[in-house]
């Protein structure tokens, strides 16, 4: 008998593999129990679903210069990174209030991506952006809130905002378009319209809903879990791309 192999048999018949593979199991679903608790605050904060948007002031690049995002009217021909110059077909905005003294909820605090968080002079300045919205990094659109780090990406307090105010806008597709120099997706669906969207609609008919233009990585809570999950056991399973993604940006927030 083979005393080296590595599926010696057990008293009862099972495998050496099959018992690591249970245990491994096992582990998995403890991990899953574990990252579902710690996102239940998450769940709870995103219980009113806004669709991604910029904040107030971010400079959006268009043919003629990069303007403030509630300067910008339907019509406006935007530069994007995969399907040329194209035209706003739908701007809408939402605005957040808060009671004096009172901290902004998580649900509407927006993520800051520090000056040159994500390259050189890039974005080229903070840029505020929903939690939800997604940038657009080696070949495939990642939530904003997947790549907090502490340091040059962070949730922001708002403390210094009286009002937070966002802004979205829609092209004929779904694209990545360039936001403080960074490059950003713009609205998929447009949301319902009882959503407390202010909207300026061009006439003619809009497209609900696009496909999207590159891979998403991860969107949603259920999505986090995934991704948070597969994190954890990244020794495991081996680096995923989000990994690498949130590696090189961390490194680089320490030249930072």
């Known amino acids: ?81 995969l399907a040329g110059v194209q ?34 002079n890039v974005p080229g300045a903070d840029l505020y952006v929903t939690q939800g919205h997604a940038l657009y990094i080696d070949g495939v659109l990642v939530t904003a809130g997947s790549l907090i780090n502490g340091t040059s990406i962070v949730l922001d307090a708002g403390e210094r905002f009286a009002e937070l105010e966002y802004y979205h806008i829609k ?8 936001a403080e120099g960074a490059a950003c997706e713009t609205l998929r669906q447009l949301p319902a ?9 061009r006439s003619g008919a809009v497209s609900r809903q696009d496909e999207t233009c590159a ?8 999505g986090e879990i995934r991704a948070r999950l597969r994190s954890m056991l990244s020794p495991m399973l081996g680096p995923q791309k989000l990994d690498l993604i949130r590696a090189r940006l961390a490194e680089a927030a320490v030249a930072l």
């Not at 891979?215 to 259920?222: A, C, E, K, M």
């Open 1 to 81: 008998m083979n005393q080296n192999r590595d599926e010696t048999d057990t008293p009862a018949g099972t495998t050496r593999r099959t018992l690591i593979t249970s245990h491994a199991k096992a582990m998995v679903g403890i991990a899953a129990g574990v990252v579902a608790a710690s996102l239940a605050r998450v769940t709870s904060a995103h219980a009113v679903v806004r669709p991604p948007c910029y904040l107030k002031g971010t400079r959006i690049r268009t043919v003629d210069g990069d303007r403030a995002i509630e300067e910008l009217s339907v019509g406006d021909l935007l530069p994007t990174a």
């Open 87 to 120: 035209p706003i077909e739908w701007i809408g905005s939402w605005r957040h209030s808060k009671a004096a003294g009172r901290s902004w909820p998580d649900s509407a605090r927006p993520v800051r991506i520090a000056k040159s968080a994500l390259g050189p």
């Open 171 to 178: 092209l004929p597709g779904h694209a990545v378009i360039f």
């Open 193 to 201: 319209p009882a959503s407390g969207y202010d909207t300026n609609v």
């Open 215 to 222: 891979p998403v990585l991860y969107s949603g809570t259920s």
